[in-house]
Nanobody, 120 residues
Framework: QVQLAESGGGLVQAGGSLRLSCTASGRSLSLSDYVVGWFRQAPGKEREFLAQIYWEAELTNYADSVKGRFIISRVYAKNMVYLEMNSLKPEDTAVYYC???????????WGQGTQVTVSS
């Protein structure tokens, strides 16, 4: 079973950039047809999908709210997925999570989350 762990969160000024990392352990993502996604949840709000990447095909999808500012990528050999966040805004402040699913399944494995705070 895959376990996920996020890192890279922190405090950044508006307009700045941050790169989040998601490390998968326990099972290689290449052993099955996985999709890894990034989500966030701000206080009092529902969890929001941001981006996802198909592990083998490296296809990506983005939410409109982050398209053009965030970039999802993966390093196959390291079992890692990154979320590069640019032109950050105070409204990007949230706990960011990575999650995984099989291509035909629902997201069912989640990391513990990492806090991102964007100051104005």
């Amino acid at each position: 079973q895959v376990q996920l762990a996020e890192s890279g969160g922190g405090l950044v000024q508006a307009g700045g950039s941050l790169r989040l990392s998601c490390t998968a352990s326990g099972r290689s993502l290449s052993l099955s047809d996985y999709v890894v996604g990034w989500f966030r949840q701000a206080p009092g709000k529902e969890r929001e999908f941001l981006a996802q990447i198909y592990w083998e095909a490296e296809l990506t999808n983005y939410a409109d709210s982050v398209k053009g500012r965030f970039i999802i990528s993966r390093v196959y050999a390291k079992n890692m997925v990154y979320l590069e966040m640019n032109s950050l805004k105070p409204e990007d402040t949230a706990v960011y999570y990575c999650a995984s699913r099989l291509v035909r399944g629902k997201y069912d494995t989640w990391g513990q989350g990492t806090q991102v705070t964007v100051s104005s």
